[in-house]
């Protein structure tokens, strides 16, 4: 089992920043990925930015330039959130991911708003 717990989120002005962090607990030695996805109302959920255990990154076209994953070990991913934009808005959920099986944490609340 592992456990993702999230923090960060919050009501940020459009051009603004803000930073997701992830920490993940119990049995990490089997994950091969982690990653942001997010899930607006009415959409479905989409991946926002993902990185290796090996530090390999992938993000969405739409966050391309404005969002940066990062990973300082085994138990912690964050994500820099600049420039966001009101299309940003959405629940934003870290995941973890073994050979066979995807953990989730239980999502953190970004809204992007003037």
């Known amino acids: 089992q592992v456990q993702l717990v999230e923090s960060g989120g919050g009501l940020v002005q459009p051009g603004g920043s803000l930073r997701l962090s992830c920490a993940a607990s119990?049995?990490?030695?089997?994950?091969?990925?982690m990653g942001w996805y997010r899930q607006a109302p009415g959409k479905e959920r989409e991946l926002v930015a993902s990185i290796t255990s090996r530090g390999t990154t992938n993000y969405a076209d739409s966050v391309k330039g404005r969002f940066t994953i990062s990973r300082d070990n085994a138990k912690k991913v964050y994500l820099q959130m600049n420039s966001l934009k009101p299309e940003d808005t959405a629940v934003y959920y870290c995941?973890?991911?073994?050979?066979?099986?995807?953990?989730w944490g239980q999502g953190t609340q970004v809204t992007v708003s003037s």
């Open positions: 119990g049995r990490i030695f089997s994950i091969n990925a």
């Open positions: 995941n973890a991911a073994e050979t066979s099986y995807d953990y």
